[in-house]
């Protein structure tokens, strides 16, 4: 992998894992999903904002910040959004589990992710990991834990519980290095992470063991 002179000193900081043979090295990027801040309904008597309901852009290529996507917002980012949740991703492969425990459809944006994703579940990620998307570099930084924007957005009420039991949270990522690239353009694995991965970290935090017949 021939890797751009801008990324040879941080890499060099870790090199110890480079590109392991045994694991997923590379996954597409389905749909790119962004959204401004809404009003998204009322909970208990008070409005809520928020920018859960993304849609898949119409351009061929997107900008990357610090932050996350051009023209992507987030309404409470005591919570949502920062460096370290700066762009969401969720598998596509989740969404006729989803649809046979919650009998509707799911289609890219419906867990208000950033990034649907195809080739790859959250049994593949380690937190720590570091992938390359066209120019721009992510880390992988942490599982998703829904809140009660969730419940409005998808019209199920026990959405979260479903998430706590099945453990299809999606992840965030961190950009380490900012650029525009194509919406057809792979992630690739560039540095393997050395924490747990983000389906072993969602189900400690939500005390759930691992159930193998998930994720296979």
């Not at 090199?15 to 959204?35: D, K, M, Y």
């Not at 989803?98 to 009998?103: Q, V």
């Not at 790859?120 to 990991?129: P, Q």
């Amino acid at each position: 992998i021939a890797i751009s002179p801008p990324l040879l000193a941080i890499f060099a900081l870790d090199t110890s894992v480079f590109l392991p043979g045994s694991v997923t090295a590379e996954f597409q990027v389905i749909s790119i999903n962004t959204g401004p801040v809404a009003l998204l309904g009322e909970w208990k008597g008070k409005e809520v904002y928020s920018a859960i309901n993304k849609r898949p852009i119409k351009s061929s290529a997107i900008t990357v910040g610090d932050l996350g996507l051009a023209s992507d917002e987030q309404s409470d980012k005591k919570v949502h959004g920062g460096l370290d949740k700066a762009i969401y991703s969720y598998p596509s492969e989740h969404f006729v589990a989803w649809e046979l425990a919650i009998g509707r459809e799911f289609e890219p944006g419906s867990f208000g992710e950033n990034l649907t994703t195809a080739g790859v579940s959250e049994s593949d990620i380690r937190i720590g990991d570091w992938w390359s998307w066209g120019e721009v570099v992510l880390q992988v930084t942490k599982p998703r834990q829904p809140c009660y924007k969730l419940i409005m957005y998808s019209g199920v009420d026990d959405i979260i519980q479903h998430m706590r039991k099945n453990l299809r949270c999606g992840w965030y990522w961190k950009v380490i290095l900012p650029g525009t690239v194509s919406a057809e353009a792979p992630m690739r694995l560039l540095v393997r992470g050395v924490g747990p991965t983000i389906l072993e970290s969602y189900a400690r935090k939500v005390q759930n063991p691992i159930n193998p017949a998930f994720f296979g």
